[in-house]
């Protein structure tokens, strides 16, 4: 089972920005789907977003108009471009690969989740 690395987390202010990776190294994930879930302290992990392998997107509605998810299949690397950060976005943040994007909720194709990258939304 493929586990995914996630990066790109920090501490910024509401209204703020970041941007997350997704990578694989040494295995190339390209032909697949990969969503991008999150888990608040004393909360159940949730989906945010998802790619196709062909690159088309789907949101949460917690995530619409402000993530932007991306994938470069030539350098391996998805992104989630996060834009006017709130305090409830604050969570560890993974990646995965999903069975297909359409299926909601989002699902893990195989149950491997990696360490994920904190992103904490602070005034």
């Known amino acids: 089972q493929v586990q995914l690395v996630e990066s790109g987390g920090g501490a910024v202010q509401p209204g703020g920005s970041l941007r997350l990776l997704c990578t694989a190294p040494?295995?190339?994930?390209?032909?697949?789907?990969i969503g991008w879930f999150r888990q608040a302290p004393g909360k159940e992990r949730e989906g945010v977003s998802c790619i196709t392998n062909a690159g088309t997107e789907f949101y949460e509605e917690s995530a619409k108009g402000r993530f932007t998810v991306s994938r470069d299949n030539v350098r391996n690397v998805v992104y989630l471009q996060m834009s006017n950060l709130k305090p409830e976005d604050t969570a560890v943040y993974y990646c995965?690969?999903?069975?297909?994007?359409?299926?909601?909720?989002?699902?893990?194709?195989?149950?491997?989740w990696g360490r994920g990258t904190q992103v904490t939304i602070s005034s």
């Open positions: 995965i690969i999903v069975d297909a994007c359409h299926i909601r909720p989002f699902r893990p194709k195989f149950d491997s």
């Open positions: 040494g295995y190339t994930f390209g032909h697949y789907a």
